[in-house]
């Protein structure tokens, strides 16, 4: 049952689920370097996200060297995940704590960490779901030249074969990429300036991104032949602020939604793109990325919406929202329309099984004076969201999971720990993880699908 917060009346109910598949799985998603620590622990390499905590360039100063502590506080983070009454978690491992350079040996503490850890969601009952890259590159490896350098899809490749030879005994579903499309597009991508250089360094990376994917679902299949594997894209509708910013809105979703999965799932890159990455293909590198795959995974906040700037480095630049648009507490678009279009939309292009593998709503939450967090706006959201997908399922989309962003309030990339995602509140300075009214709501959903 929901704890009372005063006014129990003002929750949202549940939403219908007569849509979903009875095997439908919930679950849950975090990141390893969101919510790890343990930076200079048992080997670990740095990150480049270390290195930009380090350079000062995440707000308030922040650095992801404690975070959540979940290196220390697994267990008891898999408790909380028992009971939600989850059936999945999808996480990530940390590319620099298994190989500290990004390459060559292997760091043997680094690696056992991920045993404990999948051995103990096991035996709460809960499957893992492995995403091999959420962003934190080693350092070696950018300093290399990253995702720019052809040499970095061997190395991925490598990567990729070692975790499947280590955990494939117990993992079975495989994730390559967690959002490739903004990790390039923010990496290399954004800026001022018609900078032809770093358009050109983005354009390749895309590329051996791409060639990444294939030669890793490679690698996971000669190593895991039963594995299920997918790519996590974020993916939504991307929208003129003004009808004149048609043509910049198009390109804008050629380059946010269509960039990585168009090749890896249809064998051809956007064809507002296709002049720009050619230069950096060589023959055979689209068999190499068009590979199959079991299921897509959707990442879906809001819609985006764009203007032409002729100023930006490839004409266009985020524009404003309508002054009706919904908005989270953070200022993010909020529209559950757009989720469920944007569900039928993927199933139609690419054909594959969906899990919603990201959906969640940020705040600046606060403990209140009974030292507790009624979160009604967040189960608003999820309620609204959850009901459009359900609505979508009914109406076609092959939607098959549905995991919230985040099991845990954590480090917000470069907002630092100033904005708050998860179903569950972590008090930094002491770690004590208390459950929010939304944690309770959502066990409450899952109970209550999980029995119809």
Same mark, same amino acid.
């Given at each position: 049952m929901l704890p009372a917060d005063g006014n129990p009346a003002t929750l949202p109910a549940l939403p219908p689920l007569t849509g979903l598949r009875r095997d439908?799985?919930?679950?849950? /998603?975090? /990141? /390893?370097?969101?919510?790890e620590g343990a930076t200079r622990k048992d080997g670990r390499g740095p990150s480049v996200w270390d290195t930009r905590g380090q350079q000062g360039l995440i707000a308030n100063r922040d650095t992801g060297d404690v975070a959540c502590d979940h290196y220390h506080r697994y267990k008891e983070d898999v408790a909380l995940m028992q009971r939600l009454g989850i059936q999945a978690?999808?996480? &990530?491992?940390?590319?620099?704590?298994?190989l500290p350079q990004g390459r060559g040996t292997p760091n043997e503490p680094g690696l056992a960490f991920y045993d404990r850890l999948i051995d103990a969601l096991l035996a709460a009952g809960i499957e893992p779901w492995l995403c091999l890259y959420h962003w934190d590159m080693p350092q070696a490896i950018d300093d290399l030249g990253g995702w720019t350098a052809r040499d970095s899809v061997a190395w991925f490749a490598d990567y990729a074969a070692l975790v499947a030879g280590r955990y494939g005994d117990r993992v079975k579903r495989f994730a390559t990429f967690n959002e490739p499309s903004i990790f390039t597009l923010f990496g290399f991508g954004f800026g001022g300036g018609q900078d032809a250089v770093a358009a050109d360094r983005m354009h390749r990376a895309i590329h051996h991104v791409n060639l990444a994917h294939g030669t890793a679902v490679d690698a996971l299949r000669a190593r895991v032949p039963a594995s299920s594997i997918g790519c996590v894209h974020n993916f939504q509708p991307c929208r003129p602020s003004t009808p004149a910013d048609t043509p910049a809105a198009a390109l804008s979703d050629a380059y946010w939604n269509r960039a990585y999965p168009d090749p890896q799932s249809r064998g051809f890159y956007p064809p507002l793109l296709r002049e720009k990455i050619e230069p950096h293909m060589q =023959?055979?590198?689209?068999?190499?990325?068009?590979? !199959?795959?079991?299921?897509? @995974?959707?990442?879906?906040?809001? =819609?985006?919406y764009f203007k032409a700037d =002729?100023? /930006?480095?490839?004409?266009?630049?985020?524009g404003a929202a309508p002054?009706?648009?919904?908005?989270? !507490?953070? @200022?993010?678009?909020?529209? !559950?329309q757009a989720f469920h279009e944007t569900l039928l939309?993927?199933?139609r292009d690419y054909g594959l099984p969906i899990y919603v593998t990201e959906n969640g709503m940020g705040e600046k939450e606060q403990?209140?004076?009974n030292g507790a967090v009624i979160d009604n706006k967040r189960i608003a959201f999820l309620r609204a969201y959850i009901a459009a997908m359900n609505d979508a399922a009914s109406a076609g989309a092959d939607v098959r999971g549905y995991f919230v962003w985040s099991l845990l309030d954590n480090f917000e990339w470069e907002?630092?720990? &100033?904005?708050r995602f998860g179903l569950t509140y972590v008090d930094y300075p002491t770690q004590r993880r208390i459950p929010k009214t939304s944690f309770h709501w959502y066990a409450d959903l899952i109970k209550t699908a999980r029995q119809q």
């Open positions: 439908f799985i919930w679950g849950v /998603s975090t /990141s /390893s370097f969101q919510i978690y999808r996480f &990530s491992v940390a590319w620099p704590r298994v =023959p055979g590198d689209m068999a190499r990325i068009v590979r !199959p795959l079991d299921w897509f @995974g959707l990442n879906h906040y809001g =819609p985006t =002729p100023n /930006s480095r490839f004409g266009f630049d985020f002054a009706d648009m919904g908005q989270t !507490p953070i @200022g993010w678009t909020m529209d !559950p939309t993927v199933d403990l209140d004076a907002a630092g720990y &100033s904005v």
